[in-house]
């Protein structure tokens, strides 16, 4: 799977909005055949903070992810309320789910 986390530093007068701001191109990326998530969460440290964490199922879904009209549409539309380019990190994984954090194991 592609697995990417990209962390987006909004405008403060936009902060509270993003969640709305982003909806569209959030709802649009969850219908595509190859995204398996594609989850935002807000920094407890920065309010200004929103880390998206995704992934597609492999080269060809993420592919088509940046070539769909929804990416297009967010590449005008999200710059404007950004402070900063977003930043990422994309990596390659050899699995298809998150896998069980064995060190937290729930017992019982």
Known sequence: M???TAKF????????QWPEISREFTEATRGEPGCL?????RSLDDST??????AFRDGDAGAAHVQS???ATAQRTFPPHLVETPRIVNAVL??????LLGEMAVQG
């Open 94 to 99: 050899e699995q298809d789910d998150w896998s």
């Open 69 to 71: 009209e929804h990416f």
């Open 9 to 16: 530093r909004i405008k403060p007068e936009y902060a509270e």
């Open 2 to 4: 592609i697995f990417i």
């Open 37 to 41: 998530w594609f989850d935002w969460s």
């Open 49 to 54: 903070e929103y880390v998206l964490v995704e």
